[in-house]
């Protein structure tokens, strides 16, 4: 009798020593799997948007005291390709120095113009609508440009300002 259970024991032991958990098993799947939506991922945004032909707009602010967003409007070429109406919690993240990506495409080579259009409310609660406009060379390389809407304390206005971002 001893002998069948030390025969059992041991067929037990090998056989939980030759076959993982099906819990491990499963979680290394799903590693695996993560890993390839990852990669699927970015293989998905290299084709959809190749640095050769990669525009991308984002939009930021200083402390905000002299506007507050409630819209941008980016027009490429005189053609309308992005809005974006801002709520209170996105234009207070703005002001607290977040980065919104504003548009992301692709263009062709050569020469363009880009004109975003700010809506909001500047000093003394007045409506404002302010354009700011951008001529650019597209190359070879992506091209990353951000609108930014500074604080100008001289005369208590707000700036707005075209900066392109270096790939250096």
Not at 131 to 154: G, M
Request: glycine share 4%.
């Amino acid at each position: 009798m001893r002998v069948l259970v030390c025969i059992a024991l041991l067929f037990a032991s090998l056989l939980a020593r030759a076959e993982p958990p099906v819990a491990t098993e499963l979680e290394q799947l799903k590693q695996q799997v993560i890993q390839l939506n990852r990669e699927l991922f970015l293989l998905e945004e290299e084709l959809l948007f190749p640095p050769q032909t990669q525009l991308a707009v984002f939009v930021s602010a200083d402390a905000g005291q002299f506007f507050q967003l409630d819209s941008v409007q980016l027009l490429l070429n005189d053609t309308p390709v992005e809005s974006h109406l801002y709520t209170a919690q996105q234009w207070d993240a703005i002001k607290r120095g977040a980065i919104q990506p504003l548009y992301k495409g692709n263009i062709k080579a050569g020469e363009h113009s880009l004109t975003a259009v700010f809506v909001g409310k500047g000093p003394d609660n007045r409506d404002y609508r302010r354009a700011v406009s951008h001529k650019f060379t597209k190359a070879e390389e992506a091209v990353l440009l951000e609108l930014q809407i500074n604080d100008r304390s001289s005369d208590y206005q707000a700036d707005f300002v075209v900066k392109p971002w270096s790939n250096d």
